[in-house]
């Protein structure tokens, strides 16, 4: 399920209107209209085929418009759906889902199936001007954010970059996760609905995916370039416990008005927020608390990887969170910021700080104490 719900209180009056979103973060925007875009004819020459279209399949299994509020997330019954009228099993759909994701950003993209739950998430590359994140970072920081226990296959056309590789060997699945080249299924073209979409009786089961369908395709750690394979081969540990390590549970905001409750999504950020031992740069549990305009709150908590190579900052994650749920850099009115003194942690947080600086600089960041005593 979802842990960190958004809040929505009465705005204040005294709100700051918020500026205009810098072009480089363009793809946070279009998280908003992303489930309008028609499919783009192919491209002569690319060797792939047309985009099917998602837009209407969505509105076909009455979709669409739970697909416009959370642009990024696709939960269980409505990946059977779009599996029963596009007349696709899971595995395809991961594909067709990667390649027509990737055509409406216009920049890499890859498409993950959550462990256990079978939802679907979407991973755009996002561009933050000096930092960027690449497709599975964005991809990570999607599921973490809503609570999922780890990440059974990704579908890209591209594999993972060694930044994103590390990040993805600190997840517990990652010995099992399997891997979707996009380039080498092909995806039936014609982008026709089919099935007949069945009403869902209220309470009824969602069903992942079958294992079998996946078992075919590679692991992830067997895709990647071979220097990268070199490079994370020897280690001591073959993955990590992210998703599934002890601090990560659902922890109660405490306070009585919103400055308080954004404290307290902070700290408990920080909390939830996973490091694993020998993290080269470890500096303690740190999280933030992003405040919008619309006042609605998101989570950032931070995950580290061992090497240091693709790990996620605070403000990173509570941006991956912003354009899941259709929101835009520039509507940020305050962000409260927590964690230890440590030189690693004040190197985080100035990065940050410079970070939210370049998106909404009319924005206040403050620093909080990573416990109330």
């Not at 418009?65 to 099993?89: S, T, Y």
């Not at 595995?91 to 950003?105: F, K, P, Q, T």
């Not at 280690?235 to 002890?246: M, N, P, T, Y």
């Not at 942690?345 to 909404?360: G, K, M, V």
Request: with cysteine.
């Amino acid at each position: 399920g979802v842990w960190l719900k958004v809040l929505h209180v009465a705005p204040p009056r005294s709100a700051a209107r918020p500026r205009p979103l810098p072009r480089r973060m363009a793809a946070l925007r279009l998280g908003r209209s992303l489930w309008r875009t028609r499919p783009q004819a192919a491209v002569a020459g690319s060797g792939r085929p047309a985009p099917l279209d998602f837009v209407a399949a969505a509105q076909k299994v009455g979709a669409l418009e739970r697909l416009e509020r959370k642009p990024w997330v696709m939960l269980g019954d409505v990946r059977e759906g779009l599996e029963a009228a596009l007349g696709l099993a899971t595995d395809e759909l991961l594909i067709a889902l990667a390649h027509w994701l990737e055509s409406a950003m216009g920049e890499p993209a890859a498409v993950g199936l959550a462990h256990s739950s079978g939802n679907i998430y979407l991973g755009p590359s996002l561009d933050f001007g000096s930092r960027r994140l690449g497709p599975e970072q964005t991809l990570v920081a999607n599921l973490y954010s809503h609570g999922e226990m780890g990440l059974d296959a990704i579908a890209a056309y591209v594999p993972p970059a060694r930044e994103e590789a590390e990040l993805l060997r600190e997840v517990a699945t990652y010995k099992r996760m399997r891997w979707l080249d996009a380039n080498v299924v092909c995806i039936r073209p014609d982008g026709g609905l089919h099935g007949e979409v069945q009403q869902r009786e209220p309470g009824s089961m969602i069903r992942a995916a079958k294992p079998r369908l996946l078992k075919k395709y590679p692991l992830v750690s067997e895709a990647l370039a071979p220097a990268d394979i070199a490079a994370m081969s020897g280690l001591e540990v073959e993955h990590g416990s992210c998703f599934q390590h002890a601090s990560y549970k659902y922890l109660e905001l405490e306070g009585s008005g919103m400055d308080e409750w954004q404290v307290s999504l902070a700290r408990n950020s920080a909390t939830r927020s996973y490091c694993p031992p020998g993290a080269a740069d470890d500096g303690g549990p740190v999280g933030c608390a992003v405040l919008t305009g619309a006042n609605s709150l998101y989570a950032g908590f931070s995950i580290r990887t061992r090497s240091g190579l693709g790990s996620l900052s605070p403000l990173q994650s509570a941006l991956v969170s912003l354009g899941a749920n259709g929101a835009d850099a520039a509507d940020i009115l305050k962000v409260v910021w927590t964690g230890t003194g440590t030189q690693a942690t004040s190197e985080l947080r100035q990065a940050d700080e410079a970070l939210l600086r370049t998106l909404a600089p009319q924005s206040v960041f403050t620093v909080v104490q990573p416990t109330s005593e």
